[in-house]
């Protein structure tokens, strides 16, 4: 296998056609909905149209699924520029100063560079695993967030078995890296995505047990409820990450190793492979291979809030902290620690990949496993967390 076969660029013609449609039916369901809006009764009928009837539930599913991924969306461009800004900060730069107001238009720039450029497929490469790969991949990093809670009854699917569901996605998103690397028909990618398998299921390990422990605190597997029990009137010393310290430190290396930040970037190591398994990709299909990440980002970030940071609630349980809408502190939650995985790529130097694996199988996961057993012994012989 080799990289240098001959290449061909891709027809438009039918992802149009399937964009296309698409937009059809979105526009359609857009326009049933406004007409029951405006000749069904006002907004109280609406509502209740929505809730009450099986089409109603689906037009309100479907909404709020857009306003999800344009909020998602959104969020990317601004990390994407954030961290642009963060490391040429460290770095004594400027960063992106040109497009826009201090620059703030760049990540759009790019964006539409992206789009516009012609994709191209080596000529060896199986051209429908090379294309499905990164539909599949960012497809499953989007999936994620329909459980995720921004605020309390926020979650598109505010389902009892969140967790599981989380865990199902995470572990489905390493076949999108495989189906591109093996895809690609060159030894870089398909090496690169052997050790991003490889990375991630090491890594999941950790995290597991790590929300074990979660779990076992607060007794249940609903995201909603886990933010609930943090609600105390201890504030944020009662949130998870003081009595988990060790396990909120495991879980935020273990999150740059799941997402293949560095210093944990071996997947895209370019001095042995290139860029990894994306080397082969170009234009449309590498944004989506970049979105990828950047929203398991997002997603790790949000995770970490949920899980130790109390989600939605303010860190001092009375006025005037209690004022600030629950959105507004999940937020600044979240980019806090969006900032902390951006601040670490700045300075902390490259692993090996013995170093990863070792540091995976024999310091975190024996760690972890300690401490289930302490943390369940706790709350067994002292009645804390939900038996209270």
Partial sequence: MTSATPSHPVTPNRALIVAGVAG???????????????????????GHWMHATAIGTFVRYLL??????????????????????????IQLRRGPNVVGPWGVLQPFADFFKFILKEPIIPAGANKGVFVLAPLVSVTLAFAAWAVIPANDGWAIADINVGVLYLFAISSLGVY???MAGWASNSKYPLMSALRVAAQMVSYEVSIGFVIVTVLLC?????????????????????????????????F???????????????????????????????ASLFLLQYLTEL????????????????????????????WVPGIVWFLI?????????????????????????????????PISLFMVVLVAGVLEATGWGFHH
Avoid: H
């Avoid at 029951?36 to 009764?41: D, E, T, Y």
């Avoid at 988990?244 to 430190?249: I, N, R």
């Avoid at 790790?300 to 949920?306: K, L, P």
């Avoid at 969006?338 to 490259?350: D, L």
């Fill in 295 to 322: 929203v398991a980002i997002l997603t790790m970030s949000a995770m970490t809030t949920v899980f130790f940071l109390g989600g939605w609630l303010s860190p001092l349980p009375f006025p005037p902290f209690t």
């Fill in 64 to 89: 709020e699924s857009l306003l999800l991924l344009v909020c998602v969306l959104l969020s990317t461009a601004a990390l994407i520029y954030a961290e642009r800004k963060i490391w040429g900060s």
């Fill in 24 to 46: 059809a039916i979105v526009l359609a369901v857009i326009v049933v909905a406004l007409y029951a809006f405006f000749f069904g009764g006002g907004a109280a009928a609406f």
């Fill in 333 to 365: 939650k979240g980019w806090c620690v969006a900032f902390m995985f951006s601040f670490v790529k700045a300075f902390v130097p490259r692993y090996r990949y013995d170093q990863l694996m070792r540091l995976g199988w024999k310091v975190f996961l």
């Fill in 176 to 178: 999108g890296v495989i």
């Fill in 218 to 250: 607060a007794g249940s597997l609903n995201l909603t409820d886990i933010v609930r029990a943090q609600d105390t009137r201890f504030g944020l010393l009662g949130w998870y990450w003081l009595p988990l310290l060790p396990m909120f430190v495991i």
């Fill in 252 to 282: 935020f290396i273990s999150a740059l190793a799941e997402t293949n930040r560095p210093p944990f970037d071996l997947a895209e190591a370019e001095s042995e492979l290139v860029a990894g398994y994306m080397v082969e990709y170009s």
